[in-house]
Antibody, heavy 122, light 110 residues
Framework: EVQLLDSGGGLVQPGGSLRLSCAASRFTFSSYAMNWVRQAPGKGLEWVSAISGGGGSTYYADSVKGRFTISRDNSKNMLYLQMSSLRVEDTAIYYC???????????????WGQGTLVTVSS | QSVLTQPPSASGTPGQRVTISCSGSSSNIGRNTVNWYQQLPGTAPKLLIYSNNQRPSGVPDRFSGSKSGTSASLAISGLQSEDEADYYCAAWDDTLNGHVFGTGTKVTVL
């Protein structure tokens, strides 16, 4: 069974930075696009970013564009989200999610990590 | 801000049929397929329906999806207590060049 393990969350001050990680196993990691989806406390799901299987194409929600960077290391089966200039409104559980396709466009997410909580507060 | 609109809540008694709507636009549902996710309390979301009306392996056939124009629907027939959860529709948006989720619907079994 596919496994996705999110980590790296924590408490950070507004304006600070944090890097989230997602360790993938039990599937051919480089053959699938990957995504980050977040959920603020008591709120709905919000897609954050996607990256193609090879890493050459990336996509971002307008709310994080210019502040967050998605990347992957296919040799280590790892997905990352570098978050900078963090705002209070970035407080959320962040989930990594596996796409069913390699491109990262117009697919759906068949497996999700357990999530990691990011709290932005002074 | 969600681009896809869902009713905030829906409810029914065990055995009843419940339907959840998802309203979008020509740049998302009108051009791309719709997916549905179920989120049980305190857990990560789970894929429920993909490509408008397809069920992943293991999802009961009580769950069905449909799409017409710029709207989509999720139906739960034979409602069971374990169906109490939040449900989200989602689609790719060609204008935003990203995925968009619905506002979410909380289903309560009375």
């Amino acid at each position: 069974e596919v496994q996705l393990l999110d980590s790296g969350g924590g408490l950070v001050q507004p304006g600070g930075s944090l890097r989230l990680s997602c360790a993938a196993s039990r599937f051919t990691f480089s053959s699938y696009a990957m995504n980050w989806v977040r959920q603020a406390p008591g709120k709905g799901l919000e897609w954050v970013s996607a990256i193609s299987g090879g890493g050459g194409s990336t996509y971002y929600a307008d709310s994080v564009k210019g502040r967050f960077t998605i990347s992957r290391d296919n040799s280590k089966n790892m997905l990352y989200l570098q978050m900078s200039s963090l705002r209070v409104e970035d407080t959320a559980i962040y989930y990594c999610a596996k796409d069913v396709g390699v491109l990262g466009v117009a697919g759906h997410f068949d497996y999700w990590g357990q999530g990691t909580l990011v709290t932005v507060s002074s | 801000q969600s681009v896809l609109t869902q009713p905030p809540s829906a409810s029914g008694t065990p055995g009843q049929r419940v339907t959840i709507s998802c309203s979008g636009s020509s740049s998302n549902i009108g051009r791309n397929t719709v997916n549905w996710y179920q989120q049980l309390p305190g857990t990560a979301p789970k894929l429920l329906i993909y490509s408008n009306n397809q069920r992943p392996s293991g999802v009961p056939d009580r769950f069905s999806g449909s799409k017409s124009g710029t709207s989509a629907s999720l139906a739960i027939s034979g409602l069971q207590s374990e169906d109490e959860a939040d449900y989200y529709c989602a689609a790719w948006d060609d204008t935003l060049n990203g995925h968009v989720f619905g506002t979410g619907t909380k289903v309560t079994v009375l």
